[in-house]
């Protein structure tokens, strides 16, 4: 059997870790340092199973909903801008995004990383659309935050039976958010299931991480790719529930079933 060469991981680590984030990478000091370049970059960053724009979604999501993730993820946002993977009006709508399901105040770290790296690389201000900018019918703005809440989750679900149904899920993160077209849904997908995972909470983590998959925005190798760069930020033990979860929804697309079938 082939030995792997450390000082080839590390070459690969450092190489990979400046041009994710266009940043200089410094030599490391301390095991920490160490396990970002010959781990995170080297053998996460560098595995071919997820494109490089879906694992920076995630690794911004995740540095974002982080309690202490501000330095990585001013790195991982100046990287996605100046790379052209992300562009700056993609940035603003994620943090738009995030805020739905990480809380406002996640989405404001993320935003104002945006804010800070289009300062400096002196870009041109994206467009900012309107969330609405003509007058709606009330029971039309619920119609289509129930149609898009169908075509996003693959099953119908949407009521008004409380505000938090009706005026939160219904009106506005389905019958607004999720019907901008500044982001595709595909990227929308990683950023949900950030938000989703890091919530602990069993319906919204399972009926995602189906539907992401019954829609066809990712594959099951794809989702399994997830749960690997998600554990970066959020820790092996988060990620373990995610992927025991992973394992049990490729299941029941894969029969045809539905997430709680």
């Not at 410094?26 to 199973?49: G, H, K, L, N, V």
């Not at 724009?53 to 990585?72: E, K, N, T, V, W």
Request: with cysteine; net charge negative.
């Amino acid at each position: 059997m082939a030995l792997l060469d450390p000082a080839e991981r590390s070459a690969r680590g450092h190489k990979l870790a400046q041009e994710i984030t266009r940043f200089t990478a410094p030599a490391p000091e301390t095991p920490y340092e160490q396990s970002w370049r010959d781990f995170i970059y080297a053998e996460i960053w560098s595995r071919p199973a997820l494109d490089l724009r879906s694992r920076y979604l995630i690794a911004i999501a995740g540095a974002a909903s982080s309690p202490h993730g501000g330095d990585q993820l001013y790195r991982y946002v100046h990287g996605a801008l100046k790379s052209g993977e992300l562009t700056l009006a993609e940035a603003r709508e994620a943090a738009l995004h995030l805020s739905v399901y990480a809380g406002w105040s996640r989405g404001g770290e993320l935003d104002r990383a945006v804010s800070r790296v289009a300062q400096e690389l002196d870009l041109i201000p994206a467009d900012c659309p309107p969330i609405r900018a003509t007058p709606w019918d009330p029971a039309e703005r619920m119609a289509q935050g129930a149609a898009e809440f169908e075509k996003v989750m693959t099953f119908p679900g949407v009521s008004d039976a409380s505000p938090y149904l009706g005026a939160g899920i219904g009106n506005f993160v389905f019958g607004e958010m999720w019907c901008r077209r500044g982001l595709d849904e595909r990227s929308r997908r990683w950023l949900t299931l950030v938000g989703v995972a890091d919530s602990s909470s069993e319906v919204p983590i399972k009926s995602h991480i189906h539907a992401a998959m019954a829609s066809g925005n990712c594959s099951p190798e794809e989702m399994q790719e997830f749960v690997l760069q998600y554990g970066v930020h959020a820790g092996w033990p988060k990620a373990s529930v995610i992927q025991a979860v992973v394992f049990e929804m490729i299941a029941k697309v894969k029969d045809g079933k539905p997430w709680n079938g």
